[in-house]
């Protein structure tokens, strides 16, 4: 399948929904594979080339919070990508119209809801609410589902608790937080959204792809997608923690309002897959834990990549409109909610 036919779904107007593989560019034969053996072989010369000459301590700090945030996201990460790509390939278009009001302004809170029981990532959310999109239902209904699913989901909020053990309202603020700026956003753009601004993409023709092999392309796309912004995230914390002077990051600490901002734009730049983001928040110990919310809940729902996805499937006009919407109810919601909560 070329890379054309693979994005260009328009084409075939006979499916309800976009195929497994639409927004996944076709994998190169062969290339994969020698890939990950040169990365494999490059870290293990470079761990018994170079471990022994690396003793300072700023470096041995570097690596412990490094190889401590990715050993703790990566089983919830396999995880969330697994239980996302079996939605992507077992869940029936018609079970959405089934369980979805038919008000609009009805549907949206109970969309909104359906994240928490249906897991996925932001990668996933995008074709998902597309389909939904073109199965009829409402598209605020369809939105709302977009920024709730990969922010409420189980394994997210699991996830969040291990990152921040002890400390049960932190999970309680993430949820109450992303579930309240997803209901929002979504009544908002059925008040005031009109049908030039978003697009509606047209249903696609299924391509004959078995539901396994769709399950194993999605979960293999998936895995690498979110696995390399895990890795970003990481190194990003890890640096942030060792270069950034302490007196730097407690200056900031202390002026609330501008430590929410800058760990929203941060989460925004970072574009960490919502199953791991946890994890580099709770790294980011000089903030307040009001900007750690901000940084969790605006992460999954504004990102670089979630914008991409957005301006291609739903058009430039969208985006322009939503991403803002979006990143200032997070912002707002998250200090109100942490206000009372944390």
Excluded at 19 to 35: I, Y
Excluded at 99 to 128: D, F
Excluded at 280 to 293: E, G, R, Y
Excluded at 323 to 334: E, Q, W, Y
Aim: glycine share 6%.
């Amino acid at each position: 399948m070329s890379d054309r036919s693979t994005l260009d779904w328009t084409a075939e107007p006979d499916s309800p929904v976009p195929p497994p593989t639409w927004g996944r560019r076709a994998p190169e034969a062969h290339v994969l594979p020698w890939v990950f053996a040169a990365l494999a072989g490059f870290l293990l010369i470079g761990n018994l080339l170079l471990a022994p000459h690396l003793n300072a301590p700023a470096l041995r700090t570097w690596s412990t919070i490094f190889v401590a945030i990715c050993v703790q996201a990566i089983p919830f990460l396999v995880l969330g990508v697994a239980l996302s790509a079996a939605i992507t390939a077992f869940v029936p278009p018609s079970f959405w119209n089934r369980v979805l009001p038919r008000r609009p302004y009805a549907a949206v809170p109970v969309a909104g809801v359906a994240g928490l029981v249906l897991p996925g990532c932001e990668c996933a959310s995008v074709p998902v609410a597309s389909g939904l999109m073109s199965r009829g239902v409402t598209p605020a209904a369809a939105l709302a589902f977009l920024l709730a699913s990969p922010a409420i989901n189980p394994i997210v909020l699991v996830a969040t608790a291990v990152a921040f053990p002890g400390q049960p309202l932190m999970v309680l603020a993430r949820f109450a937080a992303s579930l309240a700026v997803a209901v929002l956003a979504g009544w908002v753009w059925q008040f005031l959204g009109r049908p030039g601004w978003l697009r509606i993409p047209a249903p696609a023709a299924p391509d004959g792809a078995s539901r396994w092999t769709a399950f194993l392309s999605a979960m293999r796309h998936d895995f690498l997608h979110a696995g390399g912004f895990l890795v970003i995230g990481g190194l990003t914390a890890a640096t942030m923690n060792v270069v950034i002077p302490r007196s730097w990051l407690t200056s900031l600490g202390e002026i609330p309002w501008l430590s929410v901002l800058v760990l929203a734009l941060l989460a925004v730049l970072l574009s960490i897959c919502s199953e791991a983001d946890a994890f580099v928040a709770a790294s980011l110990t000089t903030f307040s834990p009001t900007a750690k919310l901000a940084f969790l809940v605006v992460g999954p729902m504004v990102d670089l990549k979630l914008i991409a996805l957005q301006a291609g499937t739903f058009g430039r006009a969208f985006a322009a409109r939503f991403v803002p919407l979006t990143f200032t109810l997070a912002i707002v919601v998250s200090v109100l909610v942490g206000w009372v909560l944390l």
